[in-house]
C-alpha cells in the first residue's frame, strides 16, 4: 500500500523523464519579495505570462519593517525588494496582498488561514520554511529562484522524489510542553542532517492531539532536520480548521472535497524508507545552547560536557560555545537575557500569543529585557485585539508590533546587537541570524515568555 506521500506525489506526476527528474503539477505558489525578482526577470526577458496565475499569490514579508507600515521604508535595499514585487504582480497580473493589506502577513502564516493551503496539494514557495504548510495534509516544500520562474512559466517543476520517513511519536505531552518543544526534541535526536532526502510524515496519538497551529510549527521545523518537507495526515482537526474560511471549498463543494481529504491516509501496511519512535513523556521544555537548531537540550539539562562528544563534532562543538558564550557542561537557567522575540512563521499564530500571554497575565516584563511580540498576520493581529490578549499584554509592560518577519532574520529594522543574547521563538540559531554577532537561543513561547518577565533563561513550569 502507497505512502500517503506517494498517493499525493503520484496524483501530480506529469510525466517521469527517463533517468531523470519528474515533472511535477504545483497547485499553488506563493512569492515573497526576496526570492522572486530574478524568476520575473526571468519571464520578461523571454516574452512570458504566468501560465496559472490564479495559484499564484504574492506578499512581502521578510523585509516589512514592524512598525509605522503607513510610511515609506527607510532602508533602500528593503523598499526597493518590496515595491518591485507590487510592480511584478500587478505587471503579471497576480494576486497581492501589499503592506497595510489586511490580508498581509508572513506567507506561511496566511496560506494557511485563508484556507489557500488546502490538504492533498502540491505547494511550493522561494523560502525553505515552506514545508510550514505540510501541517494540512500538503506535499509543500521550499525551491530555488529559477525552480520558482519555472512553476510561474509551467506551473510545473523537474524534482527527484524524496525517500519517505515516518515519525511517530505517542503520550501525552506534559505540563508547559508544545509543539515546538517535540520538533526542538526530534532535531536534538535527528541532528540537523538526520532527516536528508527524507519527507516526513508526523504521526502517532500525540500529533493527533496537536492543534492544527501546533501541527504547523513542527512542520515548519522538519526543513531544520535537513528533510525535504514534513506533513501531517489530514484529520477532523484539519477539517474544522479550514472550514469557512476564505478560499476554502463551500457548499456541495466542500463536502466533495472533505470526502477526498479523508482518503489522505497512509495504509496499515504502508512502508516507508525510514520509520522512527518516540515517547512524548521523554520531552520537556526546550532550548537550544549552540548555533544550530539540533544543539538543544531539556531546560533542566546542563550543555553536553566535551567527552560526551565524538571527536569529529568536537571542534564546531567548542566553536558554537565560544560563539554563545556558554562552557561544556554548564546549566543555563538563570542565564541573563537581552531580547525576547515571539512571532516568525513558527510561533507567530495566536494560540503562540494566547500561550505567551498565559504566562505574563499579573508579571511585569524585566526591566533588562527589549522584547518583540510581532503577530504573523493582520488576522492574527485582530484576533488579539478581539479576544483582549493586548490588554493583558499591555498591563504586563508588552507591546505589539506590526505583522512580519520580523528579528526571525536579519533582513529588516529588528536586528539584535552583537554579543546581545536572544530568547527567540523562531527557527534558526545560526551565527547573526538575528543580527551580526548577535546570539540566539531558540525556545517555545512559553519559554520566552519566562524569559520576558524574569530577565534571565528560566523554566516556565515554575511560573505556571
Known amino acids: 500500500m502507497n505512502t500517503l506521500f506517494d498517493k499525493i506525489w503520484d496524483k501530480h506526476v506529469v510525466q517521469i523523464v527517463e533517468v531523470g527528474p519528474t515533472q511535477l503539477y504545483i497547485d499553488r505558489l506563493y512569492c515573497h519579495e526576496v526570492t522572486s525578482p530574478q524568476a520575473f526577470e526571468g519571464m520578461r526577458q523571454r516574452g512570458l505570462k504566468c501560465f496559472r496565475p490564479q495559484n499564484i499569490f504574492c506578499m512581502p514579508d521578510h523585509n516589512t519593517p514592524t512598525h509605522d507600515q503607513d510610511k515609506p521604508i527607510e532602508d ?18 497576480l494576486t497581492h496582498y501589499g503592506m497595510m493589506d489586511k490580508s498581509n502577513g508572513i506567507i506561511h502564516v496566511v496560506g494557511p488561514e485563508k484556507g489557500l493551503s488546502l490538504p492533498g496539494m502540491t505547494i511550493v514557495c522561494g523560502d525553505s520554511h515552506t514545508s510550514t504548510h505540510g501541517a494540512m495534509g500538503a506535499v509543500a516544500f521550499g525551491i530555488g529562484t529559477s525552480e520558482v520562474e519555472m512553476v510561474m512559466a509551467s506551473q510545473c517543476i523537474l524534482q527527484q522524489k524524496p525517500k519517505s520517513m515516518r515519525i511517530n511519536i505517542n503520550g501525552k505531552l506534559s505540563k508547559g510542553v508544545t509543539a515546538k518543544d517535540v520538533a526542538l526534541y526530534l532535531m ?6 538526520g532527516a536528508t532526502g527524507y519527507f516526513i510524515e ?88 549552540g548555533t544550530n537548531p539540533g544543539m538543544g537540550i531539556g531546560i533542566t539539562e546542563n550543555i553536553p560536557s566535551l567527552d560526551s562528544i565524538d571527536e569529529a563534532g568536537r571542534a564546531s562543538f567548542v566553536k558554537s560555545l565560544n560563539y554563545m558564550g556558554f562552557e561544556p557542561g554548564q546549566s543555563v537557567i538563570g542565564h541573563k537575557v537581552d531580547y525576547v522575540f515571539l512571532g516568525a512563521c513558527t510561533n507567530g499564530r495566536i494560540e503562540d500569543f494566547r500561550a505567551f500571554a498565559s504566562l505574563v497575565k499579573g508579571h511585569k516584563k524585566s526591566e533588562d529585557i527589549i522584547a518583540w511580540l510581532v503577530p504573523g498576520s493582520w488576522a492574527v493581529d485582530k484576533q488579539i485585539r478581539e479576544e483582549g490578549i493586548d490588554k493583558i499584554l499591555a498591563e504586563a509592560g508588552f507591546e505589539i508590533r506590526q505583522p512580519g518577519c520580523s528579528a526571525c532574520l536579519a533582513m529588516n529594522d529588528d536586528k539584535v546587537p552583537a554579543g546581545k543574547y536572544a530568547v527567540s521563538t523562531s527557527n534558526r540559531n545560526f551565527e547573526g541570524r538575528q543580527g551580526p554577532g548577535s546570539r540566539t537561543i531558540l525556545c517555545s513561547p512559553l519559554v520566552a515568555a519566562a524569559a520576558a518577565i524574569t530577565g534571565v533563561i528560566t523554566d516556565p513550569r515554575t511560573l505556571m
Open 188 to 193: 536534538s535526536k535527528l541532528t540537523t542532517s
Open 202 to 289: 508526523y504521526a502517532g496519538d500525540t500529533v493527533e492531539s496537536l492543534s492544527m497551529e501546533g501541527r504547523l510549527t513542527l512542520c515548519n521545523l522538519s526543513i531544520e532536520m535537513g528533510a525535504r518537507g514534513g506533513f501531517v495526515a489530514p484529520d477532523e482537526v484539519t477539517f474544522q480548521y479550514i472550514k469557512g474560511r476564505e478560499f476554502a471549498p463551500k457548499g456541495e463543494d466542500w463536502d466533495k472535497a472533505v470526502e477526498y481529504w479523508k482518503t489522505l491516509k497512509s495504509g496499515d501496511d504502508a512502508v516507508f524508507d525510514k520509520e522512527l519512535n518516540f515517547n512524548a513523556s521523554d520531552i520537556e521544555p526546550r532550548i537550544t545552547y
Open 76 to 93: 533602500p535595499v528593503s523598499r526597493t525588494q518590496v515595491d518591485t514585487l507590487a510592480k511584478n504582480a500587478k505587471d503579471f497580473g
